[in-house]
């Protein structure tokens, strides 16, 4: 079975920083090629795609609202992504999901959530960033 687990959310002041940890078991790729992928959800609003990284080569793409203040990585030995945050601001504030995507187009990696549709995604974590 398919495990992500989000961790590392919390609330912080406008400007400061957190760090994402999405921690992925029972996954196994058939084709040495999958991308993951960071996304938030506000309230009332679609998730949409925040960062992602591609197996393929370790390359990775940001929202334009994201580039320069987020950073996403991932240490392979602990099947760990990250997505570091720095500069945060009140419009960040949502739950964050990762979701990983066997196969994907690309690379790039893929920030549309409809291109991951194995459908693997963890429970999110919530960020909250007051102003």
């Known amino acids: 079975e398919v495990q992500l687990v989000e961790s590392g959310g919390g609330l912080v002041q406008a400007g400061g920083s957190l760090r994402l940890s999405c921690a992925i078991s029972?996954?196994?790729?058939?084709?040495?090629?999958?991308?993951i992928g960071w996304f938030r959800q506000a309230p009332g609003k679609e998730r949409e795609g925040v960062a992602c990284?591609?197996?393929?080569?370790?390359?990775?793409d940001y929202t334009d609202s994201a580039k320069g203040r987020f950073i996403v990585s991932s240490d392979n030995a602990k099947n760990t992504l990250y997505l570091q945050m720095n500069n945060l601001k009140p419009e960040d504030t949502a739950v964050y999901y990762c979701?990983?995507?066997?196969?994907?187009?690309?690379?790039?990696?893929?920030?549309?959530?409809?291109?991951?549709?194995?459908?693997?995604w963890g429970q999110g974590t919530q960020v909250t960033v007051s102003s």
């Open positions: 990284m591609s197996s393929v080569d370790g390359s990775t």
């Open positions: 029972g996954f196994a790729s058939r084709y040495d090629d999958y991308a």
């Open positions: 979701a990983v995507q066997d196969n994907p187009p690309g690379p790039p990696c893929p920030l549309d959530k409809y291109y991951y549709t194995d459908n693997f």
